[in-house]
């Protein structure tokens, strides 16, 4: 892919300052920049390495002042941030554009697919699925009995999708994810643990990204569900039953037991866990390395573990922090007393 200093600025409704026929074949940081890359200037903290970089094309603010002679071509924004973020958005749709069906790639009979469809090499394709169009499956991916993927849904490599699995519109799963492994349910006693079948399966609704190497349990009965517009970061476990409710983002390392219901809009830090059959209320906050053992409230911030109110942990923080100081004057307040 090659593009013109005048061919950015015309898509990005900018003006050039510099060479217009000035061509891009990558993308880099300002700071790293080289002949035939295109870079961005947002954070005034980087303005020192406009006057040194070596990449072809800059895309800057329509009201940054110049203080000395630059070498590079400049595209000239309303936001420059925002501008560069629509050519990484481009970038990346033109590199992930592929079409068509692998002579490796292995597809059961009774098996259906859309227009413009990609399936890799080696990918395994089970009877009864049903891909929309422009259904993208990489190399190595393993698409289950009777599973249904939507319109322009994106499935990387080394994914695996267990059998009866619906997966919504315009989804992305990042590489190692497993949709739809049995929930971890056994029925305890005397002599050992029997496993209870897990005959559910797992609903994905549109606009769903899972990161990598996250396993999304399927029901005992029913489904496991991760709403419309959910964002998961990597290494996340859903156990069975899960629900959580539309626009929902939860960073790495998090888990949820099962049967456990989260609303809409919750934003979860890095590593929280949550137990089972609790209900996280719509707008939930929760801080890193958090355990939630109760009902949420609507809009709330949680913290610590077992995690309570944002601000009521930070106040007994405090005191948890001078707590060798008050036992000291505790003892020394009974010695007087004895």
């Known amino acids: 892919m090659e593009f013109t200093a005048d061919q950015i600025a015309q898509l990005l409704q900018g003006t ?66 925002g501008a560069f973020a629509r050519v990484l958005e481009m970038y990346n749709t033109i590199k992930l554009d592929k079409k068509g069906i692998s002579p490796q790639a292995v597809i059961s009979a009774g098996a259906t697919h859309g227009t413009d469809c990609y399936v890799g090499a080696l990918a395994f394709v089970g009877e009864n699925v049903k891909l929309g ?12 009995d009777n599973v249904t993927i939507g319109d322009g849904t994106t499935i990387f490599a080394n994914v695996t999708i267990y059998s009866d699995c619906v997966i919504g519109a315009r989804c992305i799963i990042h590489s190692g994810t497993v949709i739809g492994s049995d929930g971890f349910r056994f029925a305890t006693g005397p002599g050992g643990g029997a496993k209870i079948p897990q005959i559910g399966n797992v609903v994905i609704e549109d606009e769903v990204e899972i990161g990598a190497n996250c ?8 489904s496991t569900i991760l709403r419309k517009g959910v964002k998961f970061d990597n290494l996340i476990h859903i156990a069975h039953n899960v629900e959580v409710g539309e626009n929902t983002y939860y960073a790495a390392g998090g888990v949820v037991a099962g049967s456990t219901k989260i609303g809409r809009n919750c934003m979860f830090s890095g590593q929280v866990g949550i137990i089972g059959h609790l209900k996280i209320a719509d707008g939930t906050i929760v801080a890193a390395q958090s355990g939630i053992s109760k009902n949420t409230k609507a809009g709330e911030a949680y913290m610590g573990s077992p995690a309570y109110e944002v601000q009521k942990y930070r106040k007994s923080y405090i005191h948890f922090r001078n707590l060798d100081r008050i036992v000291e004057r505790l003892e020394r307040l009974e010695k007087g007393v004895d």
């Open 16 to 81: 050039v300052e510099g060479d217009a026929n000035a061509a891009v074949r990558t993308l880099s940081r300002i700071e790293e920049g080289g002949e035939g890359s295109l870079s961005f200037l947002a954070n005034p903290a980087y303005a020192q390495y406009l006057y040194s970089t070596t990449a072809s094309v800059v895309i800057i603010g329509k009201d940054f002042q110049l203080t000395g002679p630059v070498s590079t071509t400049l595209v000239r924004v309303a936001d420059a941030q």
């Open 133 to 144: 169009n422009n259904v993208r499956i990489y190399p190595h991916a393993y698409i289950g």
């Open 215 to 222: 396993a999304i349990d399927r029901a005992t009965l029913g």
